[in-house]
């Protein structure tokens, strides 16, 4: 073979590796993004840092929340998923600042802000270790995002190669959307009842 | 017609050390550049436990510390137990005490580790109302050299935890750190 056809053959094998290279290499979100732990509906999933699990799902047109002295109904244009588990920090008390409803279409639903201030809402509830927390998400995402939705947990919604639980909501559909929920304070050890109307 | 020159014995050697040099030398350039990473790194991960007995006292942080109790109220009606923890520090170097925050943590002997609670529950105030009106260990910036400063910190853990200890950081005394046992 001359050195001519042999250069030639270094060059393409080179620029194919190169090019291979640029095409396959993660971007920096990619590296950075959370460490994703998998679990299931009414199993509790264990992280490093947090244990959770979920108990219950429930999907309503309105929600009512009663406090002393003052009832709220929340209308939604879309649907109302209320989430109930328990969750328990590790090894060191932390709060679990993120919950996101990640749609089947691949748009996530952050917390809803409305019913931020109820009892027993994740963001609300510092977690220690040994002492299981009942824990309450409430999310407002439109009806064709309930089937195939995944809840995603994680401390934070921006910190870099933090776990992120990632449980699958199976048999969440939209049969079940009851029309009115109604959420009171309750002084037992879960600091709600959840109950429809 | 060209014809290429053959190297020299010498060229060669010189070839082959360049190429031996470059497996020390790119090691040696990635450590230099991140040296002050590394340090920082290093200095941030380092812990030195000051351990000290119950009822005795210890110069950390420009003050002598003691811790003058730790009670453990009876569990609450959901298998929770509050921990109130009551120390206080004599004032010895105001400056080098006011370097920086105070963190204030309990541990037990497997090594899970519990944050202050931000209201003392309903229990403490009730069996240690005196507690409840202490400040706790914060920042210290109108400290006085010789004046006593009187601290509480309360905490909720589980049953199951034993052999516990109180933990006080200040960052100006870093990697040093107080451990009540």
Same mark, same amino acid.
């Not at chain 2, 082959?16 to 450590?31: G, K, R």
């Not at chain 2, 909720?156 to 990697?175: D, E, F, K, Y």
């Given at each position: 073979?001359?050195?001519?056809?042999?250069?030639?053959?270094?060059?393409?094998?080179?620029?194919?590796?190169?090019?291979?290279?640029?095409?396959?290499?993660?971007?920096?979100?990619?590296?950075?993004?959370?460490?994703?732990?998998?679990?299931?509906?009414?199993?509790?999933?264990?992280?490093?840092?947090?244990?959770?699990?979920?108990?219950?799902?429930?999907? !309503?047109?309105?929600?009512?929340t009663?406090?002393?002295?003052?009832?709220?109904?929340?209308?939604?244009?879309?649907?109302?998923?209320?989430?109930?588990?328990? !969750?328990?920090?590790?090894?060191?008390s932390?709060?679990?600042?993120?919950?996101?409803?990640?749609?089947?279409?691949?748009?996530?639903?952050?917390?809803s802000q409305r019913l931020?201030?109820?009892p027993?809402?994740?963001?609300?509830?510092?977690?220690?270790?040994?002492?299981?927390?009942?824990?309450?998400?409430?999310?407002?995402?439109?009806?064709?995002?309930?089937?195939?939705?995944?809840?995603?947990? @994680?401390?934070?919604?921006?910190?870099?190669?933090?776990?992120e639980?990632?449980i699958?909501?199976?048999?969440?559909?939209?049969?079940?959307?009851?029309? @009115?929920?109604?959420?009171?304070?309750?002084?037992?050890?879960?600091?709600?009842?959840?109950?429809?109307? | 017609?060209m014809?290429?020159?053959?190297?020299?014995?010498?060229?060669?050697?010189?070839?082959?050390?360049?190429?031996?040099?470059?497996?020390?030398?790119?090691?040696?350039?990635?450590?230099?550049?991140?040296?002050?990473?590394?340090?920082?790194?290093?200095s941030?991960?380092?812990?030195?436990?000051?351990?000290?007995?119950?009822?005795a006292?210890?110069?950390?942080?420009?003050?002598?510390?003691?811790?003058?109790?730790?009670?453990?109220?009876?569990?609450?009606?959901?298998?929770?137990?509050?921990?109130?923890?009551?120390?206080?520090?004599?004032?010895?170097?105001?400056?080098?005490?006011?370097?920086?925050?105070?963190?204030?943590?309990?541990?037990?002997?497997?090594?899970r580790?519990?944050?202050?609670?931000?209201?003392?529950?309903?229990?403490?105030?009730?069996?240690?109302?005196?507690?409840?009106?202490?400040?706790?260990?914060?920042?210290?910036?109108?400290?006085?050299?010789?004046?006593?400063?009187?601290?509480?910190?309360?905490?909720?853990?589980?049953?199951?935890?034993?052999?516990?200890?109180?933990?006080?950081?200040?960052?100006?005394?870093?990697?040093?750190?107080?451990?009540?046992?």
């Open positions: 073979m001359s050195s001519i056809v042999r250069s030639f053959v270094a060059v393409a094998i080179t620029a194919a590796a190169l090019y291979g290279l640029q095409h396959t290499t993660p971007g920096y979100g990619e590296i950075t993004s959370p460490i994703a732990v998998a679990g299931k509906l009414g199993k509790r999933v264990a992280a490093n840092a947090f244990t959770i699990g979920v108990a219950n799902v429930h999907l !309503a047109r309105t929600v009512t009663k406090r002393v002295g003052r009832t709220q109904t929340f209308t939604s244009s879309g649907v109302w998923v209320l989430v109930e588990g328990a !969750a328990e920090a590790r090894s060191e932390l709060t679990l600042m993120s919950a996101q409803w990640l749609g089947p279409n691949g748009v996530r639903y952050a917390l931020s201030s109820v027993g809402i994740l963001p609300s509830e510092r977690l220690e270790p040994g002492l299981p927390r009942p824990v309450l998400m409430a999310f407002e995402i439109p009806e064709g995002q309930v089937s195939g939705g995944t809840l995603l947990i @994680a401390r934070t919604a921006w910190s870099s190669l933090e776990e639980v990632r699958e909501m199976t048999d969440v559909r939209p049969d079940d959307i009851k029309p @009115a929920l109604v959420l009171a304070r309750s002084e037992g050890a879960v600091p709600w009842t959840l109950r429809s109307e | 017609m014809v290429a020159a053959v190297p020299t014995r010498g060229e060669r050697l010189r070839y082959w050390f360049s190429l031996a040099a470059l497996a020390i030398v790119l090691p040696a350039a990635i450590l230099v550049n991140s040296w002050d990473n590394l340090s920082e790194w290093r941030r991960n380092r812990h030195i436990p000051l351990a000290v007995e119950r009822g006292t210890q110069r950390y942080a420009g003050a002598q510390w003691q811790l003058t109790s730790l009670t453990r109220l009876p569990e609450g009606p959901t298998g929770t137990i509050p921990i109130v923890a009551e120390f206080e520090t004599v004032v010895d170097d105001p400056e080098l005490l006011g370097k920086g925050p105070c963190v204030v943590v309990l541990t037990d002997d497997r090594g580790r519990w944050q202050p609670t931000f209201l003392p529950a309903r229990a403490v105030r009730q069996a240690r109302p005196e507690a409840v009106d202490k400040p706790r260990c914060g920042a210290f910036p109108n400290a006085e050299k010789g004046r006593t400063i009187k601290m509480a910190a309360t905490f909720t853990v589980p049953g199951s935890a034993t052999g516990l200890a109180l933990s006080v950081t200040m960052a100006g005394a870093r990697p040093e750190y107080l451990v009540f046992r």
